[in-house]
């Protein structure tokens, strides 16, 4: 779990670095800020259109090959945007990036399914996920203090070395996944053989679902369309702070790189620690409704502050910390509820339907604040719109769900291991539902 967690920070680093690197390319390179929302959104362009072939390809060659594959090949995508010269090929290895990375999270989920049973998933796909919130700890000041301190390092530019020690980990990273990770229980050096037996016979007793459901029966599933709107709100409220947060600071008042990326910092600091307590209590209640839509309320009063008090630095930071430790939050507990509604390979199509809805809001969210920056010189519009399709996501939780969503399955979360099913993720099932 740790090299995962390592994996999918640098994951998140390389796809959010631009909104440092933005501090110093954007004007040497003429690059307005809808150019530079552009090109933050193409990334989820060709990571939509790749995720699922790069996922049926996983199924094919295996977690270990493949999962190195993605990393080594986004590491050296990352890296080349140092030679970007123009709009056109920032627009160009955005793309390239978004397709190299695709496939990589869907890839690490399906992979922990191999490994652990039913019931540590929740508290595995929490840790997991605290990734995020990893990235921006160490991500902020680590990219502030490049871009300041090797700014005109060997006549290249603070941004451009930002690219390339940052692209540079993924890379390795990719060879100690390829040289370490195993692929099976029965293929772990580090375990002996009563261990070996003792896993597989707890991943071999967990209940199976016969369910056979065709993609068209998620289709017809109104549920499956209210978890693609709600799951669209929650994605734009991460990729607004993602990609958005630093230019935030700078306009507050904070002009010094380094300590952009030390204030930076800070929100990601509080959810790493809220993220845990929230999941914690969740768990130990069962209760998961008023937990997600509380999750969801707090990235609209955080967008909310953020647009009122754009101008006082401390205050930005309390209302960013909200934001981002309720929609954080809210991605573990998200995923636990549509496989409560969805079976067999109607639960791989409508989870895929979901999951690429859900990346659109990549698409739209910092291409509309750079367009709304433009326009109006402030970003305060296009955070108030985020609120507000923050706003509706918690509406969706608590009015528009199925009630089955909501009970509580008999032993903490009964699932199914999951499965893939034409090389598509199938998420955990629910035990005894059908639908």
Sequence with gaps: MPLFVACFGMAYLDRVNISFAKLQMQSELGLSDAAYGLGASIFFISYLVFEIP?????????SRLWIARIMISWGIASALMMFVKTEAWFYVLRFLLGMFEAGFVPGAVYYFTQWFPAKQRGRINSF??????LCGILGGPISGAIMKYMDAVGGMHGWQWLFLLEGIPSVVLGFVVMAWLDDRVEDARWLNDDEKRILTASLEAEPRSGSTHSFSVALRQPSTYVFSVIYLGLAMGIYGILFWMPQLVKTAGTNDTFIIGLITMLPYLVALVGVTLIARSSDRTGERKWHLAGCALAGVVGYVMCGIFGNSTVMLVVGLSVAATGIIASFGLFWILPARVMTGVAAAGGLALINSVGQL????GPYMVGVVRDTTGSADAALYAIAGVCALSAGLIVWCLPKRVYERASSDE?????????GVLVPPLVAGERN
């Design 54 to 62: 790069s996922n049926m390809i996983l199924a094919r060659v295996g």
């Design 128 to 133: 997991f996920f605290t990734s995020i919130a």
């Design 361 to 364: 809001g990549g698409v739209i």
């Design 414 to 422: 009964a699932v199914t291991s999951s499965l893939a099913v034409d």
